[in-house]
């Protein structure tokens, strides 16, 4: 089996610029390079998902009993597992139709603003605060844009919070990001490596900051000074509108106090999770739900 440092390689190698060669050798070497990085990716960010969904069962933040308050029971508890599995199928399916396509096009694409020096190990680093920094902005838009929350709202609507509830989203939230991220690509010149390992790395902390694992209140503490916890995240699914619209960081904690949208409310183990007054419809409705009319507001 090849080790995991393996990758190492291949992640220099599309950090630092291509010079010399004919374009389809170079076209070959990003081709096999992606696809290496997609499986390294895909393993490390399933394995994290395996781990944290069998460990916020062994040691829950938040009893899944209170789930039956709402006459959901196991069987209720089964259905929304089933539902959130369903928005990750569909968008599973989008990947390699859609998401990684465009992508791998923006990436090919030079804007010729992306200077030289930055590159190299400083550049992925920079690359990545750079991500996190545009995609609270983006997150942020979701909540304060209608047109984009009527999709966001979906992810919003479950009615409890685990690792299920980070891959939740309805599939048209996906194309728009997908969207938004080809600008990004493209303005800044993103290499493969930095989109790849920007991806990998939302997804290590979507999973972790939505899961219901119960963390030593010292182990906590000091993890939200850096990067979004359960803690933060929760508050930002409380079923109040005023809470949900705050807290908007998705890997590092330092964007919310910068910009005036941190909450710093604790968490509560029974506090109700989801949109404030509106129930949680099946998954077809869900799917239906951001192309219906809307009474208006105000």
Request: aromatic fraction near 6%; avoid cysteine; charge should be positive.
């Given at each position: 089996m090849v080790g995991i440092?393996?990758?190492?390689?291949?992640?220099?190698?599309?950090?630092?610029?291509?010079?010399?060669?004919?374009?389809?050798?170079?076209?070959?070497?990003?081709?096999?390079t992606a696809d290496t990085l997609l499986l390294y990716k895909s393993a490390a960010v399933g394995a994290w998902f395996v781990l944290l969904f069998v460990l916020e069962r062994i040691w829950p933040a938040s009893p899944r009993a209170?789930?039956?308050?709402?006459?959901?029971?196991?069987?209720?508890?089964?259905?929304?597992?089933?539902r959130n599995v369903g928005f990750w199928l569909v968008n599973l399916a989008l990947g390699p139709l859609v998401v990684i396509p465009v992508s791998a096009w923006a990436v090919g694409w030079d804007s010729g603003l992306r200077p030289d020096w930055w590159g190299g190990w400083p550049g992925l680093i920079a690359d990545l605060i750079l991500l996190d920094f545009l995609i609270y902005w983006w997150h942020r838009a979701n909540h304060e844009i209608p047109f984009l929350w009527r999709f966001h709202e979906i992810h919003h609507l479950d009615r409890f919070l685990d690792t299920t509830s980070a891959v939740r989203f309805h599939a048209g939230e996906v194309l728009?990001?997908?969207?938004?991220?080809?600008?990004?690509?493209?303005?800044?010149g993103i290499p493969l490596a930095s989109v790849l390992a920007f991806e990998a790395a939302v997804l290590v902390a979507a999973l972790f900051h939505h899961s219901n694992?119960?963390?030593p209140r010292g182990m906590e503490?000091?993890?939200?000074?850096l990067v979004i916890t359960p803690s933060i995240h929760w508050i930002?699914?409380?079923?109040?509108?005023?809470?949900?619209?705050?807290n908007y960081g998705t890997i590092l904690s330092i964007w919310d106090p910068?910009?005036?949208?941190?909450?710093?409310?604790?968490?509560?183990?029974?506090?109700?999770?989801?949109?404030?007054?509106?129930?949680?419809?099946?998954?077809?409705a869900m799917l239906a739900r951001p192309f219906q009319a809307r009474p208006p507001t105000g």
């Open positions: 440092a393996s990758i190492f390689p291949y992640i220099a190698e599309t950090l630092e610029p291509k010079r010399g060669g004919g374009q389809a050798a170079a076209r070959e070497s990003m081709d096999q209170r789930l039956e308050g709402a006459g959901a029971g196991r069987i209720g508890d089964r259905r929304r597992l089933g728009l990001s997908a969207g938004f991220r080809v600008g990004v690509i493209m303005l800044f694992l119960r963390l503490s000091g993890l939200s000074r930002h699914h409380r079923a109040e509108r005023a809470d949900t619209d705050s910068l910009f005036g949208s941190r909450n710093r409310r604790p968490r509560e183990p029974d506090m109700e999770i989801g949109v404030e007054g509106e129930p949680e419809p099946g998954f077809l």
